[in-house]
Antibody, heavy 121, light 108 residues
């Protein structure tokens, strides 16, 4: 059974940085594109960004473009989200999700349980 | 950016009834790359429908999706108690991917 486990969340001050990790197991990580999706407290889902199966294509949502960076390590079966210049409005649960295939043209078929990031002074 | 608008915001129904949830896209999804997700409190979302009308693995057949272009529908026939949750549509046709704002299905 596909398992995605996020880590690295916590409380961080505005303008600081934080890196989230998503450990993947029980599937061939290198064959699937991956996404980050976030959800502010009591709000809906917001797409953060995407990385293709081989890391050659990376896309971001407008609200995080230029501040967040997505990467993946095939040897560690791990997805990363590097967040810089954090703002209070970045406070959310961050989910990693697996795409059903190698590109953007697949739905998000498995999700982690999320990690909470709180940006506050 | 493709904007998805879901209607209604809240739907109050009783177990056994049929639920009809709508999702409108601001631009045509020519490849029908439209998905539906269910989210229960304290849980991650779960994929229900992809490609506008294909059920994901393990999803009961009381869930069905339809539509094309800019107009999509999720139908749940014979509501079960566990179906009361929030439902989101998502387009994965273009970047940025976008989600609708959600429809809360509550027990009447």
């Amino acid at each position: 059974q596909v398992l995605l486990v996020e880590s690295g969340g916590g409380v961080v001050q505005p303008a600081r940085s934080l890196r989230l990790s998503c450990a993947a197991s029980a599937f061939t990580f290198s064959s699937h594109a991956m996404h980050w999706v976030r959800q502010a407290p009591g709000k809906g889902l917001e797409w953060v960004g995407f990385i293709s199966y081989d890391g050659s294509n990376i896309y971001y949502g407008d609200s995080v473009k230029g501040r967040f960076s997505i990467s993946r390590d095939r040897s560690k079966n791990t997805l990363y989200l590097q967040m810089t210049s954090l703002r209070p409005e970045d406070t959310a649960i961050y989910y990693c999700a697996r795409a059903g295939g190698y590109s953007l043209a697949y739905p998000l078929d498995s999700w982690g349980q999320g990690t909470l990031v709180t940006v506050s002074s | 950016e493709i904007v998805l608008t879901q209607s209604p915001g809240t739907l109050s129904l009783s177990p056994g009834e049929r639920a009809t949830l709508s999702c409108w896209a601001s631009q045509s999804l020519t490849s029908r790359y439209l998905a539906w997700y269910q989210q229960k409190p304290g849980q991650a979302p779960r994929l229900l429908i992809y490609g506008a009308s294909s059920r994901a693995t393990g999803i009961p057949d009381r869930f069905s999706g339809s539509g094309s272009g800019t107009d999509f529908t999720l139908t749940i026939n014979g509501l079960e108690p566990e179906d009361f949750a929030v439902y989101y549509c998502q387009q994965y046709d273009t970047s940025p991917n976008t989600f609708g704002q959600g429809t809360k299905l509550e027990i009447k």
